[in-house]
């Protein structure tokens, strides 16, 4: 997702735009007669296209072939993260890709271990597209277009003997990945499935937070297990490969990959932090893309999905990015890039308030790539960039690298001029699709995931008996996964204290990983450097390993910082899974410029969950101790500013 990327980058190209209209350009320099020129070369040379809709056949797109060539690997890019017709368009150069050149995988900007239910589906018919869309953890692509494509590869493998894998390259969550892994270590190795869940089971909620702020020596243990996980997959694999598939070996190493790859990612509280994590994630995603196609075997060509930003051949705005990986290492003929632009329409973004909704924008600057290819009145087109002739008008004006749209998962309609790079189109792509007027992508409907009325915080911490409320407790908000909802219920006197328990539980869903949590919300003022301690008597029924129940709490800052990062803490030891009622606590200190706490029990997976006799207090601010046994401090922090069981909409 470009989200942060584009705040970290937004007041630079901010002020580029602003003053853009007194840099001298191709179309300004000269509008009555270069900027004919450039406008009529492009008219000339487009090749239109008849329709962003699938299932109208690919004759339209056959046009494309020669530029194609025998690429093994064609990333399609978008200049948004909401826009129907580029998810339309990218689902049709799909179908062409897999019918009429014979590519076998597709590849997702979204988690790996997510993707696994989404190949289950269009292999083996296993959910359903909707769920398997949903699942992939990002509502970018939880959306009926993405659905439909998800339901199209389905179609295609049922029809023919050449199927088609559907793979994620991100590695931005390790819940999916974490549960993949300890599930095949628990069918080739079940002493070292037990030893990795309890080192790293903590990894397969949503609140696992990231590796950045736990103390050295803590880190090392994590690292030293995944290594020794690997070890095993080098030393077993003859007789793990044996009792499973050379498949199932593979995408569980990758899993383990993942894991570890999720382990090094730190967005950190800086710019240089942040550039460094972006250049990270992107030199993963070009590995993972690799590994896939080391996967999946010689001939295995694949075509991917994510945005402009990361599927470019050069650096993005300065930061190296996967496509730059991809075409150094495959080399041109193997790698092609297809950018995509607009000139106007809508598109889903979220706001600065946090909040996912639909934009419009007006039409593009004509200085902007995307007005002068508007300038050529075709609707609907691509425009071959490999042959520009070198001495022209138009070559000199993309030399000068006018501004295009980029827009990520975050938008600013104040700042809509920001949401642009100003590079050579050249450098970034082989082919340019152009839509002239977009729509916002639909997003597929789902239950409300807040339960308990709008999210409001309370003065102090409130109700901690548990007391009252029809479905959640007075002052308390259920906070459930979007698929399969977990049951929240109340029994009276069963707690260890004889006071009130509750349950949060699930069976069963299309998906293995998700949480449930039932959360409040509090002023941090009093509590400002203090430490907060919040504790509970706990058990569980979790027949899988990598669920359980975990207390949880995350302390919001003040806004006005893109790098006010959130921090989240949960109790030591990794997730309970333990039938008899044990004691725990989580602690975190609290920054002075907190601005909320939340507090929450909360499931992991398809398991079930008992609180009760819950407490909570304060000590004096200190750096939390990581070496007392059993109730050691783990603090993590948090990107998104929003309630953490939220994040799967992000």
Excluded at 144 to 166: P, S, T
Excluded at 218 to 228: C, F, H, P, S
Excluded at 446 to 471: C, D, H, M, Q, Y
Aim: hydrophobic share 45%; with cysteine.
């Amino acid at each position: 997702m470009l989200n942060r990327r584009r705040m970290l980058l937004g007041g630079t190209a901010a002020a580029a735009a602003a003053a853009f209209s007194g840099i001298p350009s191709a179309l300004r320099a000269e509008p009555d007669g270069r900027n004919r020129e450039v406008i009529a070369w492009l008219k000339a040379n487009a090749l239109p296209l008849a329709t962003a809709e699938p299932g109208n056949g690919v004759k339209d797109i056959e046009q494309l072939r020669p530029l194609i060539g025998n690429a093994r690997v064609v990333s399609l890019g978008e200049a948004t993260h909401g826009t129907r017709e580029f998810f339309q368009l990218k689902h049709r150069l799909m179908e062409y890709c897999i019918s009429q050149l014979g590519f076998t995988v597709i590849g997702f900007e979204a988690d790996f271990g997510a993707t696994l239910a989404v190949n289950d589906y269009v292999l083996r018919g296993n959910g359903n597209a909707k769920d398997a869309a949903t699942g992939m953890g990002f509502w970018t692509w939880d959306t009926q277009e993405v659905a439909a494509l998800i339901e199209w590869v389905r179609g295609w493998n049922l029809a023919h003997d050449r199927k088609v894998k559907f793979y994620g390259f991100d590695m931005q969550s390790p819940a999916a990945s974490a549960l993949h892994l300890l599930a095949y270590l628990e069918r080739v190795a079940p002493q070292l499935a037990t030893e990795s869940d309890r080192i790293l089971g903590r990894l397969c909620t949503a609140n696992s937070g990231t590796f950045a702020d736990i103390p050295t020596a803590e880190r090392e243990v994590m690292l030293a297990q995944i290594k020794t996980v690997f070890d095993a997959f080098a030393a077993e694999r003859a007789p793990w490969v044996a009792r499973t598939s050379d498949i199932d070996w593979y995408l569980a190493r990758q899993s383990a990959i993942v894991v570890q790859q999720f382990a090094r990612l730190d967005y950190g509280d800086t710019q240089d932090k942040f550039r460094k994590a972006f250049e990270h994630r992107d030199r993963c995603m070009a590995d993972n893309v690799h590994a896939l196609l080391e996967a999946e075997g010689p001939g295995a060509r694949a075509v991917l999905w994510a945005h402009n930003g990361h599927v470019q051949h050069a650096p993005d705005a300065g930061l190296i990015n996967m496509g730059s990986h991809l075409r150094a290492e495959l080399g041109g003929a193997d790698y092609r890039a297809v950018g995509f632009a607009f000139d106007q329409g809508g598109f889903r973004a979220v706001g600065p308030d946090s909040v996912l909704r639909d934009y419009v924008v007006g039409p593009a600057p004509e200085d902007f790539v995307d007005g002068a290819l508007a300038a050529t009145g075709i609707p609907l087109f691509a425009l071959d960039l490999m042959h520009i002739p070198a001495g022209g008008p138009v070559a000199a004006w993309m030399a000068e690298m006018p501004n295009q749209r980029s827009i990520g998962a975050i938008f600013d309609p104040d700042n809509e001029l920001a949401y642009a790079d100003m590079s050579d189109p050249r450098d970034n792509f082989d082919v340019l699709v152009f839509v002239e007027t977009t729509s916002a992508a639909r997003g597929i409907k789902r239950p409300p995931r807040v339960a308990g009325g709008p999210i409001k915080s309370n003065k102090e911490p409130t109700n901690l008996a548990l007391a009252g409320g029809t479905g959640t407790p007075d002052g308390w908000y259920a906070i459930n996964d979007k698929i399969s909802p977990y049951v929240v219920a109340f029994e009276d006197g069963l707690s260890p204290a004889g006071g009130r328990v509750v349950r949060i539980a699930r069976s069963s869903s299309t998906l293995p990983w998700g949480d449930g949590a039932l959360s409040q919300y509090f002023d941090a003022e009093p509590w400002r450097g203090r430490r907060v301690v919040f504790s509970a008597a706990m058990r569980s029924d979790a027949p899988r390993i990598g669920t359980g129940a975990m207390l949880v709490i995350h302390v919001y800052r003040k806004t006005g910082s893109m790098f006010a990062l959130p921090i989240a803490a949960m109790q030591a030891g990794g997730l309970v899974r333990s039938s008899g009622w044990v004691r725990h606590s989580a602690a975190v200190d609290v920054p002075p410029d907190a601005d909320s706490v939340q507090i929450s029990l909360a499931v992991a997976g398809n398991a079930a969950g008992w609180f009760g006799d819950l407490a909570i207090g304060s000590e004096p601010g200190a750096v939390a101790s990581w070496a007392r046994a059993p109730e050691a401090v783990q603090v993590l922090p948090r990107h998104v500013p929003l309630p953490a069981l939220l994040r799967r909409s992000m």
